[in-house]
């Protein structure tokens, strides 16, 4: 798991998974001017800057392997667990102005417990039965589900790693 944060230049490759999670912003930079084999006009790559005030908005320093991991890829945070089931703080605190995103692993039957909001579930590894009210999902590596506010909880079964994507904590 890493951070990329806003700015920083990054692509994807064979072998590969990327579960990105955008804040809401007005700015996409496509630098690369072809995709998927086709010429991207300028209007599509820079957000509707002018192409050289874009190309500022990108971080391009060199790092070692080893200030990557130090700087982007942070450990998890254990949260909570018990026999079946472990939860982990993925984005760091100070991360957390646009959502929140855990994992969840799984090896057995676990009830999730009460969320008063919306929910995104990314099955990273293993499958996984998601029963809530009288509905039941399957899931498997690579599948995504989203619960909405109406779901305020739910119970999995299965061996599974699990990405929950919320939105932020609110002060009341």
Known sequence: FFIVDAGMP???????????????????????????????PASKRFGGLPPEQAMKLFDCPVY???ELTG????????LTSCHDAAIYRLLPQSHH????????????????????????????QGT????????????RAGDSFFL??????CRMA?????????????ES
């Open 10 to 40: 990054h692509a994807i490759g064979p072998g590969l998974t990327l579960l990105e999670i955008m804040e809401p912003t007005d700015y996409t930079i496509h630098p690369e001017k072809y995709f998927l084999k086709r010429e991207l």
């Open 64 to 66: 070692t392997n080893k």
């Open 71 to 78: 700087l982007f890829r942070p450990k998890p945070e254990l």
């Open 97 to 124: 102005g646009y959502f929140r995103v855990q994992l969840v692993q799984i090896h057995g039957e676990w009830q999730q417990r009460p969320e008063d909001c919306f929910r995104v579930l990314f099955v990273k």
């Open 128 to 139: 996984v039965q998601i029963t809530y009210r009288t509905q039941t999902l399957f899931g």
């Open 148 to 153: 909405p506010f109406s779901v305020s909880e």
């Open 158 to 170: 299965g061996q599974a790693e699990i990405a929950v994507i919320m939105p932020p904590v609110t």
